[in-house]
């Protein structure tokens, strides 16, 4: 439920429009591409980005057969004038909903929005919704801004009525240029902002004032799980800075809301079960980057967990994080 796809070919936007560092693709001979962010190289990445057929068979290898596809963070564009935004938005989405609809037993769309807009994201989740969306991916920040941010509540609002799923991933991570060295804003800095998505939407009330809104955390929620006991203990000894917009106990909100399964560590998976219960644990794997669980839950299947638990992970979290039978793959 937490894999990255790419358009083969994307529009030129930073010329289209005449400012930014959109992303587009620049295809070498040997089949990989070279993403360029404006007019700098940003990343070498291989035709299973893009190729549809290619993602099918490498996920045949480790006996899945559905996979839950999102654009690539970098693509979010929130920083763009939100008329642009909302244009790179529509083209991703429409990749994916017509991928969705010609492999309806294979891919399962989430749309990204242009959040720096309220009124357009609405606008366009609408309308995901209606191209066959179940849900949408978004940052762990909006430019810089928390989640709780009054302004972002609508689109939240909208999601819980419209039945629209939503997985939070780490971007534009806090520190980043402090810390260039040794990969340390992939190692250290995404745990840490999804940790800090999840305290602002409990602590900022999002998740109460929204019980029905189905929110995944990736990366098995970043380090928002293993370091509960400080934050709770925060909660507690400094209720005048932590406790202002909502009064319950972070500790509350375990197992209302999902997390991905991509640890790297049965040890790790193991807590994170006993916090979440195996019904709020997702099988994520962040393909087709290196960082992600390329091997798609063989450490799970090799482990020790019931075959209970592995069925809740393997499926049935994910079915009900995306309210969708498993009927529909048959």
């Given at each position: 439920?937490?894999?990255?796809?790419?358009?083969?070919?994307?529009?030129?936007?930073?010329?289209?429009?005449?400012?930014?560092?959109?992303?587009?693709?620049?295809?070498?001979?040997?089949?990989?591409?070279?993403?360029?962010?404006?007019?700098?190289?940003?990343?070498?990445?291989?035709?299973?980005?893009?190729?549809?057929?290619?993602?099918?068979?490498?996920?045949?290898?480790?006996?899945?057969?559905?996979?839950?596809?999102?654009?690539?963070?970098?693509?979010?564009?929130?920083?763009?004038?939100?008329?642009?935004?909302?244009?790179?938005?529509?083209?991703?989405?429409?990749?994916?909903?017509?991928?969705?609809?010609?492999?309806?037993?294979?891919?399962?769309?989430?749309?990204?929005?242009?959040?720096?807009?309220?009124?357009?994201?609405?606008?366009?989740?609408?309308?995901?919704?209606?191209?066959?969306?179940l849900g949408i991916q978004i940052g762990s920040n909006?430019?810089?801004?928390?989640?709780?941010?009054?302004?972002?509540?609508?689109?939240?609002?909208?999601?819980?009525?419209?039945?629209?799923?939503?997985?939070?991933?780490?971007?534009?991570?806090?520190?980043?240029?402090?810390?260039?060295?040794?990969?340390?804003?992939?190692?250290?800095?995404?745990?840490?902002?999804?940790?800090?998505?999840?305290?602002?939407?409990?602590?900022?009330?999002?998740?109460?004032?929204?019980?029905?809104?189905?929110?995944?955390?990736?990366?098995?929620?970043?380090?928002?799980?293993?370091?509960?006991?400080?934050?709770?203990?925060?909660?507690?000894?400094?209720?005048?800075?932590?406790?202002?917009?909502?009064k319950r106990n972070p500790r509350e909100y375990l197992?209302?809301?999902?997390?991905?399964?991509?640890?790297?560590?049965?040890?790790?998976?193991?807590?994170?079960?006993?916090?979440?219960?195996?019904?709020?644990?997702?099988?994520?794997?962040?393909?087709?980057?290196?960082?992600?669980?390329?091997?798609?839950?063989?450490?799970?299947?090799?482990?020790?967990?019931?075959?209970?638990?592995?069925?809740?992970?393997?499926?049935?979290?994910?079915?009900?994080?995306?309210?969708?039978?498993?009927?529909?793959?048959t």
């Amino acid at each position: 439920m937490h894999t990255h796809i790419i358009p083969k070919n994307l529009p030129k936007w930073a010329t289209e429009f005449g400012y930014g560092n959109f992303i587009h693709l620049e295809h070498n001979d040997n089949g990989t591409a070279d993403m360029m962010q404006g007019g700098q190289f940003f990343r070498r990445i291989e035709e299973n980005c893009w190729g549809e057929e290619m993602r099918i068979k490498e996920y045949e290898q480790f006996y899945t057969q559905v996979q839950v596809v999102c654009t690539i963070p970098v693509l979010f564009a929130y920083w763009a004038k939100p008329d642009h935004g909302l244009k790179v938005s529509q083209f991703l989405n429409d990749h994916i909903a017509e991928l969705s609809a010609r492999y309806p037993k294979n891919y399962l769309g989430l749309a990204t929005l242009p959040m720096q807009d309220t009124k357009l994201a609405i606008q366009e989740l609408e309308r995901a919704k209606n191209s066959g969306h179940l849900g949408i991916q978004i940052g762990s920040n909006i430019n810089g801004k928390n989640l709780n941010e009054e302004e972002l509540f609508p689109i939240f609002e909208a999601c819980a009525d419209l039945g629209m799923a939503v997985m939070v991933h780490p971007w534009e991570m806090m520190g980043e240029n402090d810390m260039k060295k040794y990969w340390l804003p992939w190692l250290v800095g995404m745990p840490a902002e999804t940790s800090r998505a999840a305290c602002s939407m409990i602590f900022g009330g999002i998740l109460e004032r929204l019980p029905n809104l189905r929110v995944c955390f990736s990366h098995a929620g970043g380090s928002f799980l293993p370091t509960l006991g400080r934050i709770e203990h925060g909660f507690n000894c400094r209720p005048d800075l932590v406790a202002i917009d909502n009064k319950r106990n972070p500790r509350e909100y375990l197992g209302k809301f999902w997390i991905d399964s991509i640890t790297h560590d049965i040890d790790m998976l193991e807590y994170v079960l006993k916090m979440q219960g195996s019904k709020r644990v997702c099988l994520g794997s962040d393909y087709p980057f290196p960082l992600g669980d390329l091997e798609i839950g063989k450490f799970i299947e090799d482990s020790d967990l019931s075959q209970s638990v592995k069925e809740d992970i393997f499926a049935n979290a994910t079915l009900e994080w995306l309210e969708i039978e498993a009927g529909r793959f048959t």
